[in-house]
């Protein structure tokens, strides 16, 4: 499975303005209901708080991945935010997190949804993908080095 295979071109941020968890879960469920991706923005951003109630999707190094599943979405979508301050997302280091992927999968997606999971995990353990994304200058930067993926 490759990133762009679900990651939104049009739900890439590189300037979060949200500075708290919650907002900023909302800020990224609403890239994608302009995207035209998602047909209900409250009720994905809902379960998408609901599954972080039940632990931090914030992994460490700087990187977070809130996701769930919602009948707003057909089929596997993905946005992409930068956060240069960091969010507070409770991560198992204590760090902000400054790369944020927010997953919506439909309710009966499961395999599709671990193999994003997982594709995204490998991807920003890598030091110098995360370096990449930090350091790139514009939106169209950040979509070209998801694109090399």
Known sequence: MKLM???VPDAIEPNLKSTTKTDSIKELVA????????SDAEA???????REQLGTTGIGEGIAVPHGKSEAV???VAAFGRSEKGVDFDAIDGQPANLLFLLVAPVDSTGPHLMA???ISRLLKNRDF???LMNAESKSDI????ESQ
């Open 5 to 7: 295979d679900f990651l």
């Open 31 to 38: 890239l994608l209901k302009n995207a035209n991706v998602i």
């Open 44 to 50: 994905a951003s809902k379960v998408v708080l609901d």
């Open 74 to 76: 057909d089929k596997l």
């Open 117 to 119: 999971l997982a594709r």
């Open 130 to 132: 995360r370096t990449n």
């Open 143 to 146: 979509l070209k080095i998801f």
